[in-house]
Structure formats: structure tokens, C-alpha cells
């Protein structure tokens, strides 16, 4: 199965997607630790380094699902494009994809986790907040059935909806 994560920088879709990964188990695919390596490579941050970096997730998923194993692709999933771009993958493995956005309903605590938030991703700038307020005006409509987890609740819950919802594929 191919498990799609979506949702804004430090929303908590990340915490969902290792917990998730143990739980299953599942290979976690993030894309921006690939992009993060890309410029640790040299590549200049003005070139498409995102638009790269998902494409190397979508060949290392698809090298996982290619062993007959699950996959999590971790990223943000705002456009239509990199939605279908799983789609495509999935359909391609001939296995099923689920959709799973997160989301966190409380503004101040959002903001707080991401002026808190420190990954350890060598050569990678955490964003303002300024840019998650971009990134949330450019996140396009879904037209893909998805599970929507609150990050206001605590992650324990948040897995267990997750479980709960990919079950049945």
C-alpha cells in the first residue's frame, strides 16, 4: 500500500508518519531530507530542488513498493500535481493509496511547534512562519478521499485514527 501524507510544515505530519511507519510497518519516504542532501550535494537552492526531491521519493516508494512492501511518502502535497503523482505511482504498483492530510486547528500552537521545531536535517532551513502562511494560500482543493487528523490531539490517537482508517485497504 502506498500511505500519502499531506499538510503544512509542523503540523505534525511527520510525528504521524514515523509513528505510523513503526506501527505497520512501513517504509518512510520524507521528502525533505532528500532535498535537504541535494543542496549538501551542491546543488544550488535555485534550481527545482523540491520539484527534484519529490521525483527521488517517488523512485525510492516506488522501489519499496516494488519488494512488495508498504510505503510513506512524507511531504506537504499542497498541488493537485503531486497528489496525482501518487496516484499514478500506486495504480502503476497496482496498489491501493490512501490519502491522510493533517492538519493543526489551533493557530497559536501551530505557530509555537514551528519556531520550536529543530529536526536535525543537516543543511535544512526550517521555514518562517511567514512562508506556512504562503504555503497554506497556495494548498489546492481536494478532489482525493483523505482522512483528516488534528494535531491538537495528541499523536496516539492521531496513529490510531490512521490505523483505523487504512484498515479496510
Known sequence: MLIVMAGLPATGKSSVAEELGRALPAAVVAVDPVEAAMWRAGVDRGQPTGLAAYLVAEAVADGVLALGQSAIVD???????????????????????????????????????????????????????????????EFEPWTDERLVLDSTADLATNVKKAQEYLRPA
Open 75 to 137: 511531504a506537504v502535497n499542497a498541488v493537485e500535481a503531486a497528489r496525482r503523482q501518487w496516484r499514478v505511482l500506486a495504480d502503476r504498483r497496482g496498489v491501493p493509496v490512501a490519502f491522510i492530510e493533517v492538519v493543526c486547528s489551533d493557530p497559536l500552537l501551530h505557530r509555537r511547534r514551528l519556531q520550536g521545531r529543530s529536526r536535525g536535517i543537516a543543511g535544512f532551513e526550517e521555514p518562517t512562519w511567514e512562508a506556512v502562511r504562503r504555503r497554506r494560500a
